[in-house]
């Protein structure tokens, strides 16, 4: 099979390391691999743009494993502004195959795939509305915890002969907060 890219590097990502694997050479010759192990620290995040910018490599894919993506994703967008094609594959799609059983080979396969064009790209919205995401989810994750503590403090009081919620609609109200209070000093 003929490959597409003639400088690709594929990415495999892990909580504490990553693997990268560069493939550069003609389309039609076998490639040089170029391979490096890299931190998760900002400052090793920093180091793998550099590195990519040194080899001239500026089509990039990498598994989407949980979040650990993520700061990968945003590095490279960050300090390597001139990337062409930055790729988040769903790893489900590359565990299909059997035989690799490290890292290192997992990064090569990555970056072996990317380069005949077999990879298929999992949406990525830009970073506003990344960032927009997160916030909402967040905010709706605090919501639902408030909601959990005053469910708990409804049943506590509940358990023990107060049935404030007969009389407030908030538990945790101004006036709920306050009887709350003043039930604590007592």
């Not at 040089?32 to 900002?42: G, H, P």
């Not at 915890?145 to 009389?167: A, C, D, P, T």
Request: net charge positive; aromatic share 10%.
């Amino acid at each position: 099979m003929k490959a597409l890219l003639s400088c690709c590097c594929g990415l495999d990502v892990h909580k504490d390391i990553i693997q990268a694997c560069i493939l550069k050479g003609d389309a039609e010759d076998e490639p040089n691999i170029i391979r490096a192990e890299f931190k998760t620290l900002q400052s090793d995040l920093q180091a793998l743009c550099v590195w990519l910018l040194e080899n001239e490599c500026f089509h990039i894919a990498m598994e989407s494993t949980g979040v650990y993506w993520r700061p990968v994703y945003e590095a490279v967008e960050e300090y390597l502004p001139q990337y062409q094609c930055m790729m988040v594959v769903n790893a489900y799609h590359m565990r299909n195959l059997p035989g690799r059983k490290s890292d290192v080979a997992d990064a090569e396969w990555i970056s072996n795939l990317f380069r005949h064009g077999l990879l298929e790209a999992s949406f990525i919205p830009e970073r506003l509305i990344r960032n927009l995401r997160e916030y909402s989810r967040l905010h709706r994750s605090f919501v639902q915890e408030r909601s959990r503590y005053s469910n708990r403090i409804e049943k506590f009081l509940q358990s023990h002969g107060f049935r404030l919620s007969s009389v407030l609609s908030s538990i945790l109200g101004v006036s709920g907060r306050r009887l709350l209070t003043t039930l604590s000093k007592k």
